[in-house]
């Protein structure tokens, strides 16, 4: 028994040991060791280096970064021998097999007709392969909607991640019986525009969709309600970046227009009024204001609102730039 508690007691002693020797060789590694200050790695000369005295602690480590150096992004894509990120944006997150639709070899050279049928073959079963299920199939389908609706409104590569991972959410959140993919594919990308500060309008969104716009509106609440998505209201100034570089105004215009914006604002005239037709006003009148060519027309055009709307908006943001003191 006596023999038994004695390992035992030295077993505990070597483990303890052997946790104090883990921690100090850890604060050594951090700390150095001449004057106890902070240790950086210095990666383009292969060095650790103190940051307060300026001891070399270490030196010829490994390059654990490719052997080659590009200059520009097109020179790196070249010389990349990786695949690309993972992405929401594709069904499968973009780490299963893609078969060249082209038959031709890593050299460029053609297929000879046996080798075609079998590629032909593989590509099918391949595609069967990634989408195994109904929930695969319906989230591609979706997927491919979000990235067309959104090319077509020039949305960025952010928002449409945004998209695709709402609709994820409520695609798991089985969200979906009772509607079509289309819409939630829609709202999808309204929302994702909404949260990043890129808002479309839903005339906008509308005209690229495959549904009709009240279904839009009411997949929309649905999914922020059930989703508890975060979008705020959205503001008409988000608007007046897209419309000013459409009318080709300056800069002066710009700033111009966020200032009427700014100044109904305080007023409290936009309340209740579309942003759209805000925004659109505001920069019509801020074109008058700086003296640059254009015509309610154009402004309509650009911004899908009526040329009634920009006029009594435009009333509205005058009136209230004259209501408060001038600077």
Known sequence: ???SNTRTRARTRTTTDEEQTEEESETTSTACPECSGTLVVDDEHGETVCEDCGLVVETDEIDRGPEWRAFDSSEKDEKSRVGAPTTNMMHDKGLSTNIDWRDKDAYGNSLSGKQRQKMQR??????RFRTRDSKERNLKQA???IDRMASAVGLPENVRETASVIYRRALDENLLPGRSIEGVSTASVYAAARQAGVPRSLDE????SRVEKSEIARTYRYVVRELGLEVAPAD???YVPRFASSLELSDEAEHRA?????NAKEQGVHSGKSPVGLAAAAVYAAALLTNEKTTQAAVSEVADISE???RNRYHELLEAEQGLPMA
């Open 308 to 310: 009634v709307t920009i």
């Open 258 to 262: 966020r200032q009427l914006l700014q």
């Open 143 to 145: 997927l491919g909607e």
């Open 1 to 3: 028994m006596s023999d």
């Open 122 to 127: 593989l590509r099918k079963w391949n595609e």
């Open 205 to 208: 969104i509308d005209e690229v």
């Open 236 to 238: 008409p100034e988000s």
